[in-house]
C-alpha cells in the first residue's frame, strides 16, 4: 500500500487513516507451494494478490450493478458479490496493490476505481479483470473518486484539488484544474482543499464534496467547475441527491447539509451527533442510511431533514454502504462488508 503524505487530512484519507490503524493483526492462512508461486508471480507484477480475508479487511467503497456488489480497499483489493453480499470472491485479475478508494460502474461491464499512486483501472467485464489505464506514484496525489457523465466523459479527482479527465472512456487521461483562473475571492479555496467525492446532482449536473466547506458543481458534464462556499469550514467527504431533487453533503462531526436549489445555497441539519459520516445511500422507501466512524450510522426518513444516530458497538469506521438483503443494508470499511439493520428501531431491538 503506498503511503499518504502526512500533509493529508480529513475526506476519504482520514476515513483510510482510521481505518488502517485500528485494523487487527490477522494470521496468514498457509498456502501450498504451487498457490505461493503464483503470489509471488503477481506480487512481483504489481498485482493484487490472492487472499482469504480480502472481504474481511479494509474495503473503502462499493458498487451497486443491481445482480452484482464491487467493493474495492487496501493491497489492491478488489472483492465481488453476485448473492446481495452473503458471500465475495476475488475478482480475478487487479493490476495494482495500491490501496483503492472508489469505484463507479458506467454499467454493469463497464467500470472504474481510483486510489492511491493516482491509479485508475478499468474493468469491461463486471468487475472480474482490470487494466491499469493511469497511474503517478511519484506525485504523491492520491485519488478519492471518480465518476463519468456519459460513456466517454469522465473525471477522477483527489488531494490538493487535483482532478483529471478524460474524453474517450478512460482510455487516457489528462490533468484538469476545478479552481477558476483568475480564482474567486472565497475564503479556503487557496489552500487548494482536497476533492474527496463526487456524485451526481439534479439535472444531469455533478458535484464534488470538498474541504474547507467547498462544494463544486459543474453542469457541462464536468468540463468546467464552479466552486461554491457553505458557511461550514470543515471538511465534506460525501454527497447525493435524493428522489426529490434536494441534494445531501455530509462529512466530519456530524455535519449534514441540505440544499433544495440544486446546491446554490445550503442549510445545516441537526443530527445530535458528533460521528463524522463519510458514505451514504437512499433507500427505495426513501430511508437515508449514513455510516461513517466510530460506528456512527444515522438514518432520515424524512427526506434528510433530521437523523436519528446510531452507535454500533464495534466503534469501526465505515465508509460506505449499499442496499442488502431481508431489511438490512451493507456497511464497508475497517471490518471488510457487514450487514446492519436498514432501520434505527431494528437496530436498537436488534434484529
Known sequence: MSTLNTAFKGGIAALVLAGVASVPAQAVPQVDPAEAAVIRQ????GYATPSELAAKSLLVAAADLGERLVAVGQFGHVVISDDRGETWRQAESVPTQALLTAVYFA???VGYAVGH???IIKTEDGGENW??????????MPLFSVRFADANNGVAVGAFSTALSTNDGGETWNLQSVIPDPPPPLEGLEYEPHLNALFSGPDGSMFIAAETGFVFRSVDSGATWEPIKTPYFGSFW???TLDDGNILIYGMRGNVWRSEDQ???WTQV???SKKSFGGGIQLDNGTIVLAGLNGGVGYSTDGGRSFDVVDRPDRKGYSAVVDGPDGSVLIFGEPGVLKHPDTAEGFRSGS
Open 263 to 265: 446546491g446554490t445555497t
Open 107 to 109: 454499467d454493469d461491464k
Open 131 to 140: 487494466e491499469l489505464k493511469y497511474d503517478d506514484a511519484e506525485a504523491e
Open 42 to 45: 503477481l506480487e512481483t507484477k
Open 238 to 240: 460525501g454527497g447525493m
Open 117 to 119: 499512486d493516482a491509479v
Open 270 to 272: 441537526d443530527t445530535g
